[in-house]
Nanobody, 127 residues
């Protein structure tokens, strides 16, 4: 069974940084596309950054482009989301999801129809 565990969330002030981790167990990451999604209170879950299995392709939604960086270390079975210059509107629960079809990264981020999700980690940006 695929298991994903997010970590690294917290409370930060505007302009600060956080690095989220999505760690897997019991399966190899090598063949999965991985996406980071977030859901703010009262809003739908949205894909914000996705990465292909080989890390050859990445995608960012416009609202995080230039501030967030997705990366992966398949040997450590971990995908990271480095978030800089955080803004109050980044406040949300952040989730990672695994896509066994390793589809085009933009398409991956446009969908939330995945079987494998982590439990989420809260990111709060507030002064």
């Amino acid at each position: 069974q695929v298991q994903l565990v997010e970590s690294g969330g917290g409370l930060v002030q505007p302009g600060e940084s956080l690095r989220l981790s999505c760690e897997t167990s019991r399966f190899t990451l090598d063949y999965y596309g991985i996406g980071w999604f977030r859901q703010a209170p009262g809003k739908e879950r949205e894909g914000i950054s996705c990465i292909s299995s080989s890390a050859g392709s990445t995608y960012y939604v416009d609202s995080v482009k230039g501030r967030f960086t997705i990366s992966r270390d398949n040997a450590k079975m971990t995908v990271y989301l480095q978030m800089t210059d955080l803004k109050p509107e980044d406040t949300a629960v952040y989730y990672c999801a695994a896509d066994p079809t390793d589809t085009i990264v933009q398409a991956m981020c446009a969908s939330t129809d995945y079987d494998y999700w982590g439990q989420g980690t809260q990111v709060t940006v507030s002064s």
